[in-house]
């Protein structure tokens, strides 16, 4: 992690776990890094470089993601509440049990089927076409407790 603050550059770093809350990180290069179970939640990481980083269950929530390349990252079961994805690169990415509610994708690149998938968690989730979706929203209706996973 001291890497990774110092010189903005960790390739491949294995930070399972690590708070990073509220970090500011804008423009690390994290290419392939192990952010498992990482929190995340509020950093800055425009135009971060997180290509093939692994953050399977880390919780991003209200991170600010602009222009971040994300391409083939494993997000499954991942926290996006909240998470601003503007102009982002989400090449390779399947959104697996991902919690997109009030997520912001305008502009957001490579994600032309995001709505066809089942099981993203979508509701007030704005698209990168722009239009605002409340796929989902019946279901943290139904049940309160999904949409802080």
């Known amino acids: 992690m001291k890497e ?18 509220g970090q500011n990180l804008q423009g690390i290069d994290a290419r392939s890094t192990n952010f498992q179970g990482a929190n995340l939640a509020n950093a800055n990481l425009r135009s971060a470089n997180l290509e ?17 390349n994300l ?19 989400l090449k ?4 697996r049990n991902t919690n997109l509610v009030d997520a912001v994708m305008v502009n ?5 089927q995001l709505q066809e998938k089942r099981t993203p968690l979508l509701c007030r989730t704005q698209l990168p076409s722009g239009i ?9 209706t139904d049940n309160p407790s999904i949409a802080s996973n």
Do not use: H, M, P, Y
């Not at 990774?4 to 809350?21: I, M």
């Not at 990252?73 to 982002?88: G, I, P």
């Open 92 to 95: 390779g990415i399947n959104f």
């Open 108 to 112: 957001a690149t490579n994600a032309d």
């Open 52 to 68: 093939w980083a692994d953050l399977r269950g880390a919780n991003l929530s209200g991170a600010d993601l602009t222009e971040a």
């Open 132 to 140: 605002l979706t409340n796929r989902d929203c019946q279901r943290l």
């Open 71 to 89: 391409a083939n990252a494993l997000l499954d079961e991942a926290n996006l509440q909240r998470v601003t994805l503007t102009r982002a690169n």
């Open 4 to 21: 990774l603050l110092s010189t903005r550059k960790c390739f491949g770093c294995n930070l399972v776990g690590v708070s990073l809350e």
